[in-house]
Structure formats: structure tokens, C-alpha cells
């Protein structure tokens, strides 16, 4: 179907609807310029797009689009996208395993065929009632075979563009606390929508259709349904109630999230009859922490990992921890005050005042990390727990932390998961076997988070039971930096900013730690060993240029050998590594150095006057080294200047041909045993170089590049001319200096 027809159909099944209703919907319409996808190696090679689902959109319609690009010969291609709401997505299509101690839950996704003859696919996917806030979609291609493709050669390329149709409810009706209100069904297939909001420190909300009529008839049964919550693509994020039952129909949410709307849908299964319905919700607050003291000020103590700091030079506890965790009549959670410390570009610090956490049994202590922003959800949050073993008092046995974000999960026992009623939540505990724990979660959702802690205890008295603990949480941008073998890359997709592991030397995974497919330490010295001592074969044309006089092409040779040498000790995937220089400054003298040593070989071929050849060797160089620099893997910046240099040498071979009626060069045996293995040795280099690297054949073809291309210089090298004698001949002989008649090609001795 082509895309402006599937485009105005989507709108019209946006508009569709509209008309006729007591809610007002707006549309709105927004899109993604074409992205060229790339073959999966790592999240980094993923394609990640960012968009923002406004605040009581009852319909989100995705248009996915894929596109085939340039290419020849290209067969059925797969595109995966993954979707994910409230942080980007944690994806796994390779199966590989994750670090220790991190919490995965993958991200749902859909596959896209492009197929042979099929220019483009277009795929409509629609979501009722979705999460109002952030949206990720990922994409990308099939896991990478390893082909080094060279920049510049036809292959198939493939755009992915994501749109996003939303139909949004402008006078969303609004349920107040115990104030019930009357609402009218007039089609099974447009249910009603309403939204609650919950307080901070609720510990249930319950929604109640009170009575009902069909057709002005009440009615103990309606066939009514009840949905609370949003919908976000492969969570358990909404809780679904079939009022079968007569009488009041009710459904509970225990706990709720905090500080936030909940959407509310009242559907109907019978059709073409109006149901006229009374609908309450309400919400129990059940536990608040003490207020905090007007008189905070900065005499605090901050202990967080290895930093401390005592403002002011005062040790005293802080007013506002005193305040905060002491146990009044009544008090039914401890909130210590936990300090928010930005330190870098995805990288959080949070603290405790006064150090180390006392833990009692009762009441539960409640700890709150602020991550309610986009800006923290693209990269890793890090929890470690650790137990002070002589701080515990009574019959300990354990002490119990829920992770969760939106709302805590309070008490903690035995019995109760670690789940709130849309969110599973992350377990821990710690004891005097198990002393610390850790606990890792990629791309966290954008949210307040919330760590609840309680000491368990072995009898039934636990009054006085309570154990020291230690709690470290931050944010930082990658895994463990993503370890010895990876390095960890700042990407951004237009202004949203998050990190990725690179992994080298074969490992993989999120944060470089699957070592199933990685290099041994000897193949690393075997890769590092073949890649520099090949360019030793270029010390046979340095000697032989020195030795014919060509000085300027010897010195290009030498200035080559030299940076591909260490540009390969540097450029090595494992930790065989040498760098004398800026790896960017190495790379760039190295492709500098190839591309000019096939230059001055080939206008040296070419026989000019000298100040020509040294004209076009300077002109050359400075205009390569341009091109380096605007762009050093293009193909063509290797194989422009080749082909120009060709040009020149064929040009002035057959002016001198004509001109001496004769071919150029002469004699048959230097172009048998000379210029045509050469030329045939080049061909085989730049055919190895272009179509035959792979990742796991590099050290090797690479490797047989060197050698080729330095083989085919000593075979390419034109003679030395006739009155130059060898580098180094000396130009005295007893006392007399020996002069050349550059006129009269004739020798005479002054």
C-alpha cells in the first residue's frame, strides 16, 4: 500500500470516533526523520529513537516504516524493534549472557520483513490507553557477520522511521475522593475513561461502580469491566475486573503509585444498549513519616563510598536526620535524608546523612532516590547493601530490601513479594552468611525510586532487633565501566543522551563479560605479532629506493612502516596493546602513509622531470591528506588518488612512446619479470583489502595486505637513471671531485 494512502488512513481511524461523544479528543502527530539501520553487534549499533506520550492519550498509534536503500542483489531482510516505556530498552537478540548481579527484563518487540522485491514495509501498531510519558523504540538489523564492508562499495542499506499518532481526551472526567458520578455508555466499543490522582503515601486505592441501568432500567448485572491502570507493551501494567457479580462491583489497588494519575476504563460487553453507570474511587493514606524541622541548616555529615565531608567542621548529627528517623508515638516509617549529588553526564551519587543505617524491625525504614527525570534513564543503577555484623542487636536473622519505582513496598516480611500492583520490584537481603549484596538495573524508568529496609528476626518478639547497614546507590553510565575488554560510549539521539558498551577481542554483553566467543591471550599475540612485523617488508623497498637514488620515495616508505607499525600495536581488541600516540593521530598517519606510498610509487613509475615529479608529489600528498581528514575509511579517498596516478604514468608513457616510436618501456623483460608480477601483486592486495576482511580472518588478510603491497613496490620500481649512481657512491676520488655536466650528460674532472 503506498505511504500517503496508509497515511490519511491511520488519521482517519484516529478522527474516527470523535464525533458524537461528551469527551473532546484532540489529535496529535509526530515523527522521526528516515535513520539508516546498521547489523547488531552491541546496543550501541541499535538505532534509538525517544518520544514523549502526552498526559491522557486514550489511543497511540505507532507507523513503523522500513525502507530499502541502495543496493544490488538484495534478498528478504529482518528489522527487530523493541518498545519500552519509561526508559530505553534492554534488548538481547543474540542471547548473550549479562554481568553478575544485573536485573534484566527484556523489552517486548516485533520483526519487520522487507522482503527481495519489496521497496518498503509499513506496519500499524495501536495501543490502548498507553503510559502517558517517555516512549523508546530500538531497531536494527540481524546480528553482524563480521564482513568488513569498505566504505563506498554498493551494498544493501536499509531507513527505519517511526511516527506517533495519539488521540488524547482534552476534559478527561476527573474522579474526586468518595464523590461519586454518573456516566453513560453508548457503544460497547468506546469505553469510559476516567482518572484518579494518588497522594504520595498511599497504601491502596479502590474504584467502585456503586449501581447501574440498562436502558433506564437498573440493572444488579450490566456486563461492565473495569480496567485500572496503562497499558506498556508486555507488563502487567493494568488490572482488569469483570463485574460479574451483583451488586456494587469494586476493584483494589494495593499499593498504588505515588503522586501520579491512574487512569481508570469502564467498558461494556453488551452492544447497541446505553448503560448508565454511578462510578467512586478513594485512597487510604495509611502511613506518613514525621515532618521535617524548619531549622535545617548545613551541619550535616555526608559519608557516601569512599568521600566524606563534614561541612562547617561540625560532627554533630544533622536536625534534619533526627527529625526524620527518630520514632515517635505513632510513627510508622523512618525516612533517613538521602542526598542527591550529580558528579557527571549520567552519573549520580546518593548518600545517607550520618553515614551507616540502623534497621529495626518495626517500623520499616524508607529511602528515596529521585530519578524522575529523562536524563537519569540512560544508564546503570548500582545498589549495594552491606551488613555490619557487629551493629546487630536480639534475634536477628535477616535484613529484607524491596527496590521498586513509583511506590514502596511496606511492611516487608516472609509473605509479602516484593511487587506493587503494577510493578514487579527488585529483591534483596542480606544476613550474617551473606553480608553484601549488590544489585545492577540498565536503563532504570524514569521515577521516583523507592528502597524499603527491614530487619526480620528468628522469634516473635522483635521489638529490639535491629542490624547496621551500609547503602551505596549511584548512577553511573556503564557497568563497571564496561570492563578491561570494552569501552563505554556517550551516545545521543537528538537531545537525549545515554551510554553503551563497545566490546573488544570477541567478548560481548552488556557490559563486556561474556567471554564465550573471546580471544585467547595467545591469539591477541598472534594478532598484535602479524599486523606490526609484516610492515618489516617494507625495509626491502626503503633499501632499494636508497639504493636506485629515489631519497623522497624511501623517506614515504620509511614514514609508512613506521605508523602502520604502531598503528596496529594500537589498534589491537584485547590488551596487547601499545600506544605511542593518540589513537586518532596513529590512524590518520597510517591511512596517510598507505595512500601515499601507492602515489609517489606510481608517479615515480611514470618517469617525469624532477620538478614535476616533485610538484605532483607534493600537490598529491597535501590533497590526500585532506581527504584523510574529511573522511579516512572511504574507499574512494584510497582509490581517487590511484586512479589519478595511473592516469598520469599511462599519459606520460604513451607521450613517450610516441615520440620515440616504440613501446614504453622498451624491453620485454621488464615487463615480464617486472611490471606485470607487480601490477599483478597490487591487484591481489587491493582485492584482499576490499573483499576478502572479515573480523575473524583481520590479522591475516591484513597481514597479506602489508606483504603484497610492499612486494609489488620492489617489483614496480622503475631502474635508477642512467648517469645516477647508488646512494652512498662517493663523488671523490684521490683528492679530485668528479662533476656531472647536467647539459651534455657528460662527466669531466676539475
Known amino acids: 500500500m503506498d505511504a500517503r494512502v496508509l497515511w490519511w488512513l491511520a488519521v482517519l481511524l484516529l478522527f474516527a470516533g470523535c464525533f458524537g461523544e461528551d469527551v473532546t479528543y484532540v489529535s496529535g502527530f509526530y515523527s522521526k526523520g528516515p535513520a539508516k539501520l546498521s547489523k547488531y553487534s552491541s546496543f550501541a549499533s541499535a538505532r534509538l529513537h525517544h518520544f514523549r506520550v502526552p498526559q491522557?492519550?486514550?489511543?497511540?498509534r505507532w507507523l513503523l516504516t522500513v525502507t530499502r536503500g541502495s543496493g544490488i542483489n538484495c534478498g528478504t531482510q529482518n528489522v527487530t524493534v523493541h518498545f519500552r516505556a519509561g526508559a530505553p530498552p534492554v534488548i538481547d537478540p543474540v542471547g548473550v549472557a549479562f554481568p553478575k548481579q544485573t536485573a534484566v527484563r527484556l523489552a517486548w518487540n516485533l520483526t519487520l520483513s522487507v522482503g527481495a522485491r519489496q521497496p518498503q514495509n509499513q506496519t500499524?501498531?495501536?495501543?490502548?490507553?498507553?503510559?502517558?510519558?517517555?516512549?523508546?523504540?530500538?531497531?536494527?538489523?540481524p546480528q553482524?557477520?563480521?564482513?568488513?564492508?569498505?566504505?563506498?562499495?554498493?551494498?544493501?542499506?536499509?531507513?527505519?522511521?517511526?511516527?506517533?499518532l495519539i488521540r488524547r481526551s482534552v476534559d478527561t472526567p476527573t474522579l474526586l475522593p468518595n464523590i461519586p458520578i454518573t456516566h453513560t455508555l453508548s457503544s460497547a466499543h468506546t469505553p469510559g475513561i476516567f482518572k484518579f490522582f494518588v497522594p504520595e503515601f498511599s497504601t491502596e486505592m479502590r474504584v467502585s461502580i456503586l449501581s447501574c441501568a440498562v436502558g433506564g432500567v437498573a440493572k444488579p448485572k450490566c456486563g461492565l469491566g473495569l480496567l485500572i491502570g496503562s497499558s506498556s507493551l508486555g507488563r502487567d501494567s493494568r488490572l482488569a475486573n469483570n463485574c460479574s457479580e451483583t451488586g456494587p462491583c469494586s476493584s483494589s489497588v494495593s499499593p498504588p503509585p505515588w503522586d501520579t494519575w491512574v487512569q481508570v476504563a469502564v467498558e461494556t460487553s453488551l452492544a447497541n444498549i446505553t448503560v448508565t453507570f454511578d462510578i467512586s474511587a478513594n485512597y487510604t493514606v495509611g502511613c506518613k513519616p514525621q515532618s521535617s524541622p524548619a531549622d535545617f541548616n548545613s551541619n550535616f555529615t555526608v559519608t557516601g563510598g569512599n568521600n566524606s565531608s563534614a561541612p562547617n567542621g561540625s560532627s554533630s548529627p544533622s536536625p534534619l536526620r533526627n527529625?526524620?528517623?527518630?520514632?515517635g508515638d505513632g510513627a510508622c516509617v523512618r525516612t533517613p535524608a538521602v542526598f542527591r549529588e550529580e558528579t557527571d553526564i549520567l552519573s549520580l551519587r546518593f548518600t545517607v546523612a550520618d553515614g551507616n543505617l540502623s534497621v529495626p524491625a518495626d517500623p520499616p525504614t524508607l529511602m528515596t532516590f529521585d530519578l524522575n527525570s529523562p536524563a537519569t534513564s540512560g544508564g546503570t543503577l548500582n545498589l549495594h547493601l552491606s551488613l555490619n555484623k557487629s551493629s546487630v542487636i536480639g534475634q536477628f536473622s535477616s535484613v529484607r530490601a524491596c527496590l521498586t519505582p513509583s511506590a514502596p513496598v511496606m511492611p516487608l516480611n516472609t509473605s509479602q513479594p516484593c511487587a506493587t500492583?503494577?510493578?514487579?520490584g527488585y529483591s534483596l537481603s542480606v544476613n550474617s552468611t551473606v553480608s553484601d549484596v549488590s544489585l545492577r538495573i540498565p536503563f532504570p524508568e524514569v521515577s521516583m525510586?523507592?528502597?524499603?529496609?527491614?530487619?526480620?528476626?528468628?522469634?516473635?518478639?522483635?521489638?529490639?532487633?535491629?542490624?547496621?547497614?551500609?547503602?551505596?546507590v549511584n548512577m553511573s553510565a556503564c557497568i563497571d565501566d564496561c570492563g578491561s575488554y570494552g569501552s563505554c560510549r556517550l551516545l545521543r539521539t537528538h537531545s537525549y543522551m545515554y551510554a553503551a558498551c563497545t566490546c573488544s577481542a570477541g567478548w560481548r554483553g552488556w557490559g563486556c563479560t561474556d567471554g564465550g566467543e573471546a580471544m585467547s591471550f595467545s591469539l591477541q599475540l598472534q594478532s598484535v605479532l602479524f599486523l606490526t612485523l609484516s610492515n618489516l617488508l617494507f625495509i626491502p623497498p626503503i633499501t632499494l629506493a636508497l639504493y636506485r637514488g629515489y631519497l623522497p620515495e624511501a623517506a614515504v616508505y620509511l614514514y609508512n612502516m613506521f605508523f602502520s607499525t604502531f598503528y596496529h600495536a594500537c589498534d589491537q581488541p584485547g590488551v596487547t596493546v601499545l600506544c605511542i600516540m593518540e589513537y586518532d593521530t596513529l590512524q590518520f598517519c597510517d591511512f596517510l602513509g598507505s595512500c601515499t606510498s601507492v602515489w609517489v610509487t606510481i608517479i615515480c613509475m611514470a618517469r617525469l622531470q624532477e620538478l614535476f615529479k616533485y610538484v605532483f608529489f607534493m600537490l598529491g600528498t597535501l590533497l590526500i591528506a585532506m581527504a584523510m581528514s574529511l573522511d579516512r575509511h572511504g574507499l574512494w579517498n584510497f582509490l581517487g588518488p590511484l586512479l589519478f596516478a595511473l592516469i598520469t604514468m599511462a599519459t606520460a608513457w604513451v607521450y613517450r612512446g610516441v615520440k620515440r616510436r616504440q613501446c614504453y618501456p622498451p624491453l620485454w623483460r621488464r615487463w615480464v619479470f617486472y611490471l606485470l608480477p607487480g601490477v599483478l601483486l597490487a591487484l591481489i592486495g587491493v582485492c584482499v583489502y576490499v573483499f576478502a576482511e572479515t573480523d575473524g580472518n583481520y590479522l591475516y588478510t591484513h597481514s597479506l595486505w602489508h606483504v603484497l603491497m610492499a612486494t609489488s613496490i620492489l617489483f614496480l620500481m622503475p631502474p635508477r637513471h642512467k648517469h645516477t649512481q647508488p646512494w652512498g657512491w662517493t663523488h671523490t676520488l684521490c683528492g679530485y671531485r668528479i662533476c656531472k655536466n647536467q647539459k651534455e650528460d657528460l662527466y669531466s674532472v676539475s
Open 56 to 60: 491522557d492519550t486514550v489511543l497511540l
Open 124 to 141: 500499524l501498531l495501536n495501543i490502548t490507553n498507553p503510559r502517558p510519558g517517555d516512549w523508546f523504540i530500538a531497531a536494527h538489523l
Open 449 to 472: 525510586w523507592y528502597l524499603s529496609l527491614q530487619t526480620l528476626c528468628n522469634s516473635s518478639e522483635c521489638s529490639n532487633v535491629s542490624a547496621g547497614v551500609s547503602v551505596y
Open 323 to 327: 527529625a526524620a528517623v527518630a520514632r
Open 144 to 164: 553482524d557477520d563480521g564482513k568488513i564492508q569498505q566504505k563506498g562499495l554498493p551494498s544493501c542499506s536499509y531507513l527505519f522511521q517511526p511516527q506517533m
Open 421 to 424: 500492583a503494577f510493578v514487579q
